[in-house]
Protein backbone atom coordinates (compact mmCIF):
# COMPACT_ATOMS: atom_id res chain seq x y z
CA UNK A 1 0.00 0.00 0.00
CA UNK A 2 1.53 3.19 -1.08
CA UNK A 3 2.23 6.33 1.26
CA UNK A 4 -0.04 8.49 -0.38
CA UNK A 5 -3.39 6.28 -0.10
CA UNK A 6 -6.59 7.32 1.25
CA UNK A 7 -4.59 11.00 0.67
CA UNK A 8 -6.30 13.49 -2.20
CA UNK A 9 -3.73 14.60 -4.90
CA UNK A 10 -1.85 17.83 -4.63
CA UNK A 11 -3.71 20.98 -5.58
CA UNK A 12 -2.63 22.59 -9.10
CA UNK A 13 -1.25 26.21 -8.75
CA UNK A 14 -4.29 27.53 -9.94
CA UNK A 15 -6.10 26.21 -6.32
CA UNK A 16 -3.53 26.17 -3.87
CA UNK A 17 -3.10 28.85 -1.41
CA UNK A 18 1.08 29.65 -1.47
CA UNK A 19 2.48 32.38 0.55
CA UNK A 20 5.20 34.63 -0.47
CA UNK A 21 5.92 36.66 2.71
CA UNK A 22 8.99 38.33 1.54
CA UNK A 23 7.47 39.83 -1.45
CA UNK A 24 4.55 40.92 0.94
CA UNK A 25 1.86 38.35 -1.11
CA UNK A 26 0.22 35.30 -1.97
CA UNK A 27 -1.33 33.77 -4.79
CA UNK A 28 -4.97 31.43 -4.75
CA UNK A 29 -6.89 30.00 -7.38
CA UNK A 30 -5.55 32.10 -10.17
CA UNK A 31 -5.19 35.28 -8.10
CA UNK A 32 -2.67 37.50 -6.30
CA UNK A 33 -3.50 39.27 -2.91
CA UNK A 34 -1.57 41.28 -0.27
CA UNK A 35 -0.04 38.81 2.38
CA UNK A 36 -2.65 40.01 4.92
CA UNK A 37 -6.27 39.05 6.40
CA UNK A 38 -8.45 40.24 3.84
CA UNK A 39 -6.16 40.63 1.62
CA UNK A 40 -6.57 44.06 -1.17
CA UNK A 41 -6.61 41.63 -4.98
CA UNK A 42 -3.50 42.91 -6.99
CA UNK A 43 -3.89 41.27 -10.60
CA UNK A 44 -3.90 37.96 -12.17
CA UNK A 45 -1.34 35.11 -11.47
CA UNK A 46 -0.91 34.59 -15.09
CA UNK A 47 1.03 36.76 -16.73
CA UNK A 48 3.01 38.33 -13.34
CA UNK A 49 7.07 38.43 -13.03
CA UNK A 50 8.52 38.93 -9.40
CA UNK A 51 11.85 41.22 -9.36
CA UNK A 52 14.29 42.01 -6.18
CA UNK A 53 16.33 45.54 -6.62
CA UNK A 54 19.34 44.76 -4.08
CA UNK A 55 19.49 48.85 -3.42
CA UNK A 56 22.82 50.26 -2.26
CA UNK A 57 24.87 49.33 0.92
CA UNK A 58 25.68 52.70 3.18
CA UNK A 59 27.59 53.26 6.29
CA UNK A 60 26.04 54.79 9.01
CA UNK A 61 29.06 57.40 9.13
CA UNK A 62 26.93 60.15 11.24
CA UNK A 63 26.15 57.72 14.31
CA UNK A 64 29.66 56.83 14.25
CA UNK A 65 30.67 60.03 15.06
CA UNK A 66 28.36 60.50 17.77
CA UNK A 67 28.78 56.97 19.28
CA UNK A 68 31.50 55.62 21.41
CA UNK A 69 31.37 52.22 19.52
CA UNK A 70 32.25 53.47 15.89
CA UNK A 71 32.78 49.94 14.73
CA UNK A 72 29.22 48.69 15.13
CA UNK A 73 28.14 51.59 14.20
CA UNK A 74 29.98 51.82 11.32
CA UNK A 75 28.53 48.27 9.81
CA UNK A 76 26.55 48.74 6.53
CA UNK A 77 22.90 49.27 6.00
CA UNK A 78 20.67 48.45 2.97
CA UNK A 79 18.89 51.66 1.48
CA UNK A 80 16.29 51.83 -1.07
CA UNK A 81 15.89 47.71 -1.59
CA UNK A 82 12.45 46.63 -2.90
CA UNK A 83 10.94 44.05 -4.54
CA UNK A 84 8.14 44.52 -6.81
CA UNK A 85 5.49 42.33 -9.26
CA UNK A 86 4.12 43.30 -12.55
CA UNK A 87 0.86 41.99 -13.53
CA UNK A 88 0.21 41.42 -16.91
CA UNK A 89 -2.04 44.69 -17.07
CA UNK A 90 0.53 46.31 -16.16
CA UNK A 91 -0.30 47.47 -12.80
CA UNK A 92 3.11 47.37 -10.06
CA UNK A 93 2.81 46.09 -6.63
CA UNK A 94 5.91 47.55 -4.66
CA UNK A 95 7.74 45.89 -1.20
CA UNK A 96 10.30 47.41 0.27
CA UNK A 97 12.68 45.38 2.21
CA UNK A 98 14.70 46.32 5.29
CA UNK A 99 18.12 44.56 5.08
CA UNK A 100 20.14 42.01 2.99
CA UNK A 101 18.68 38.79 4.99
CA UNK A 102 15.02 40.37 3.83
CA UNK A 103 16.62 40.88 -0.01
CA UNK A 104 17.95 37.26 -0.49
CA UNK A 105 14.65 35.72 1.24
CA UNK A 106 12.78 38.23 -1.39
CA UNK A 107 14.83 36.83 -4.32
CA UNK A 108 14.11 33.14 -3.08
CA UNK A 109 10.55 33.70 -3.38
CA UNK A 110 10.81 35.58 -6.68
CA UNK A 111 11.95 32.61 -8.05
CA UNK A 112 9.10 30.46 -6.74
CA UNK A 113 6.17 33.18 -7.68
CA UNK A 114 7.67 33.48 -11.01
CA UNK A 115 7.73 29.37 -11.50
CA UNK A 116 4.26 29.26 -10.24
CA UNK A 117 3.10 32.23 -12.66
CA UNK A 118 4.81 30.39 -15.32
CA UNK A 119 3.28 27.00 -14.70
CA UNK A 120 -0.47 29.47 -14.18
CA UNK A 121 -0.09 30.06 -18.15
Do not use: Y
Not at 40 to 56: I, N, S
Not at 90 to 115: S, Y
Amino acid sequence: MSKLAGKPPPAGPRSAKVKFPALGVRARSGEVTKNEWGGKRLGALVGARAEVVDGTRVHNVAAATLTLMPLLALTKRTKGACAFIVFGDGTIHKHPLADQKAVAAAKMDAARFNVLAASAS
